[in-house]
């Protein structure tokens, strides 16, 4: 129960994280004991680049607390969905923070929020879904792979979140979303290979007084779909957006420095050359961006669905 809202100390069965360093963090269940290869039961020992951690020993122990490894230490911390993102047992491509937080936003989510997503893939998306539409919202979310279904739906029973999220195994471009929830939902985000085919379905699972949708496209001939379905089906002010994080470089340099002197005065030939040629240097703390940059993940194409009286 360590998603579901503060907690002063870790419980037997919490999902706890790890924290070594900023590349070294980890999700543990604190339990004491593991099944292993063969089906026993055994003391659950985790390895880590600095040792090995009894779980056992974290039990009861404040979140927060420095603890000791057998060559080091770490923090246990309580998870938050940009923890989780950074740890979670991946079994598709996920989303991260920068997308994460512009698809937030976009899609004005927000406690009491009805939300759609489709695919529930990894469930790192939904984590912050659920933070940001609780107490009072509800998120369904739909894939339409097995084994994924179960997990999540495993996953959000066990992280305390059970109550405001429903995982449905579905197809959602051939079935849509199901009459459960038509004309229920405030937002709709997509992350599917053809998100053109559920667009419709989004309609109808849209409230009388309209919503937003967001759908995540990893190459522009796919948002180039998205963009002509949206229209068709009667969104308007359609944006295709790319979250890109710069980072600056900062470094001290030695800039020359002009006397501006000359400025003031008339000007002759002889005057001006000698003036613009720097008197000095000075060394600053700069910041300039990267000539080149990687960092594309993919576009989100956002609108609007008018309400009903105005489609
Ligand atoms: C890239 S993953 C989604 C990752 C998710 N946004 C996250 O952050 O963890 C895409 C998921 O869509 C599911 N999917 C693909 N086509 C689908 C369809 N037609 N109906 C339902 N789910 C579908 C896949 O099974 C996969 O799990």
Same mark, same amino acid.
């Given at each position: ?28 269940? %604190?339990?004491?004991?593991? !099944?292993?290869?063969?089906?026993? &039961? ?11 951690? !009894? ?76 933070? %940001? ?22 996953? &959000? ?49 849209? !409230? ?5 949708? +967001?759908?995540?496209?990893? +190459? ?8 002509? %379905? ?35 005065? @008339? ?5 001006? !050359?000698? %003036?613009?040629?720097? @008197? ?32």
């Amino acid at each position: 129960m360590s998603f579901a809202g503060p907690k002063a100390v870790i419980e037997e069965g919490d999902t706890v994280i790890l924290y070594l360093t900023v590349t070294n963090v980890y999700a543990i269940e %604190a339990v004491p004991q593991i !099944k292993n290869k063969k089906g026993e &039961f055994v003391e659950y020992v985790f390895q880590t680049n600095f040792g090995a951690l !009894k779980v056992k020993d974290i039990i009861g122990v404040q979140y927060g607390s420095k603890v000791e490894l057998s060559k080091g230490w770490a923090h246990v911390l309580q998870p938050n969905p940009e923890l989780w993102t950074q740890t979670l047992p991946h079994r598709t491509q996920i989303l991260y923070t920068p997308d994460i937080s512009m698809i937030l936003y976009q899609l004005e989510v927000k406690p009491g929020s009805v939300v759609i997503e489709s695919g529930t893939g990894s469930g790192s998306l939904s984590h912050y879904f659920l933070r %940001a539409i609780r107490p009072s919202g509800f998120l369904y979310t739909f894939d339409f792979h097995e084994e994924r279904v179960q997990k999540a739906h495993d996953e &959000f029973k066990s992280h305390g979140l059970g109550d405001f999220v429903k995982v449905t195994q579905r197809d959602v471009c051939e079935k849509g979303f199901g009459e459960e929830v038509d004309g229920k939902a405030d937002a709709v985000f997509l992350d599917l290979p053809a998100p053109q085919l559920a667009i419709p379905h989004a309609v109808k699972a849209m !409230k009388e007084s309209g919503g937003r949708l +967001c759908s995540f496209s990893p +190459c522009i001939e796919q948002s180039l779909r998205v963009c002509e %379905a949206l229209e068709q089906h009667g969104f308007v002010d359609v944006v295709n957006l790319e979250v890109l994080q710069v980072e600056d470089i900062v470094r001290t340099r030695n800039v020359p420095v002009m006397d501006l002197e000359f400025l003031k005065h @008339k000007k002759t030939d002889v005057d001006s !050359k000698d %003036a613009k040629t720097p @008197k000095e240097t000075k060394k600053y703390i700069t910041s300039s961006a990267p000539n080149s940059m990687a960092g594309h993940t993919g576009y989100l194409t956002v609108a609007e669905l008018p309400p009903l009286f105005a489609r």
